[in-house]
């Protein structure tokens, strides 16, 4: 009986031990203030006068960037290229950019593809070039107690063929609905190692509401 205790309360232990070390993905554990170095930099990057891209712009169209988007039925964009599969990097060379905006995209994209696309974006890149990136935090949506569950579904798996009150979207989501659909989830921690696989040498990230932003630079 003595030896049945003590086995089960190493079993606990050790499940307590394996626990502790698991500290979740979220704010607590990657999140840094916007005086980080890292973040700085990317946003400095973000004024210069290189060449800067906003990949899957929609309606959020950035004067002085060259915008990108896989529909040609929005209001306003300069290059319609469906990133992944048309490669980035092909599409405009390897090395050309000072900065990439990509947000609310990645997410939209299944795990290979955004692998894919993480990869294009660091190599359409300069040396020292920088890239943000905001998607949304599934750490944080899942244990917050600010959304309900209804809440909480629309924002991981995206509006797909609802419509929103964001502006007009409706001829575009009539022609890709699956533009609308959040096809993978991401946590600060997830990002960080993805972005170090692509090629960038440093990363930082915030969180912005219900997302996270991540800053990261490739090395100079």
Known sequence: MGMMLTSVGWRIRGAARFLLKRKPDGVGV???????????????????????????????????????????????????????????????????????????????????????????????????????????????????????LEEKLDILYGGQDMSRAHGDMSESRAKHPEFFCHRWGWTMRRMRDHLLEAGFAECAFRREDSNFVAYALKAS
């Not at 990057?45 to 060259?66: A, P």
């Not at 795990?111 to 890149?125: D, F, K, P, S, Y």
């Open 30 to 148: 990657l999140a840094s203030p916007t005086s980080h170095p890292v973040i700085q930099r990317v946003v400095a990057l973000s004024r210069g006068s290189g060449l800067r891209i906003n990949v899957g712009c929609g309606l959020d169209y950035h004067e002085g960037f060259l915008n990108i988007d896989g529909s040609n039925a929005i209001p306003k964009v300069d290059k319609v290229l469906r990133v992944p599969n048309e490669p980035l990097d092909e599409a405009l060379g390897a090395g050309v950019a000072e900065f990439i905006l990509a947000q609310d995209v990645v997410e939209h994209v299944h795990h290979w593809e955004a692998v894919a696309m993480l990869g294009q974006i660091a190599r359409t890149l300069r040396a020292g070039g920088g890239a943000q990136i905001r998607v949304p935090d599934c750490e944080y949506i899942i244990t917050s107690d600010a959304y309900s």
